[in-house]
C-alpha cells in the first residue's frame, strides 16, 4: 500500500509494469489515471495544483486504508501531483489488485471519487481570459455519497 504526493511527474507504463508484477495471487489489477484537459472554450494555459504537505498525505492514507476495510485488496497505490501542469499532463493515479476483479474495480471507483471530491488539493486554472479555482461539482459529491 503506497500513497505519494509529488510535483514531479510520473512514468504510467513503469508505475503500473511494477504494481502489477508486485501482486502474487491477485487476479486483478485495474488502474485509472487522470489527465489534464484542455478547457472548452478557453484555453488551458496551465492549472496549478496546491496542497498542504503532511496533511494530504494523512489525508489519502486514512482513505486507501478505509478502501481496504470495504474490499478484500491485496495492494493499492495512489499518486497524485502538485505545482503547475498543462494539457495532457497525468495529475494522478490509483492502482489497486484484488483476487478478484469486482473489488479491484469498485475499490478504485472509491478512491477516486473520494480524490474528486473530498482529499485536500486546490486546483486553479490560468486560461487566455484570465485565471480561476475549480469549485466543487455536485455530481462528484452524489458519486462520493453513494458508497
Known amino acids: 500500500m503506497a500513497v505519494r504526493v509529488q510535483e514531479a511527474a510520473f512514468d504510467l507504463g513503469a508505475e503500473t509494469e511494477a504494481f502489477a508484477n508486485a501482486q502474487a495471487d491477485m487476479g486483478a489489477v485495474v488502474t485509472f489515471t487522470g489527465i489534464v484537459r484542455d478547457l472548452p472554450g478557453d484555453r488551458l494555459d496551465r492549472m496549478v495544483i496546491e496542497h498542504y504537505p503532511g496533511m494530504t498525505e494523512k489525508a489519502l492514507e486514512k482513505i486507501e486504508a478505509d478502501a481496504r476495510t470495504r474490499w478484500s485488496l491485496g495492494d493499492a497505490l495512489i499518486i497524485h501531483r502538485y505545482g503547475p501542469m498543462t494539457a495532457q499532463e497525468r495529475i494522478m493515479m490509483v492502482a489497486t489488485a484484488a483476487r478478484h476483479r469486482k473489488d479491484a474495480f469498485e475499490a478504485a471507483e472509491f478512491l477516486m471519487d473520494y480524490l474528486k471530491s473530498r482529499a485536500p488539493f486546490w486546483k486553479k ?23
Do not use: M, S
Not at 137 to 147: M, P
Open 125 to 147: 486554472e490560468f486560461t487566455d481570459t484570465g485565471a480561476d479555482w475549480v469549485a466543487a461539482k455536485d455530481a462528484d459529491e452524489d458519486a462520493l455519497n453513494r458508497w
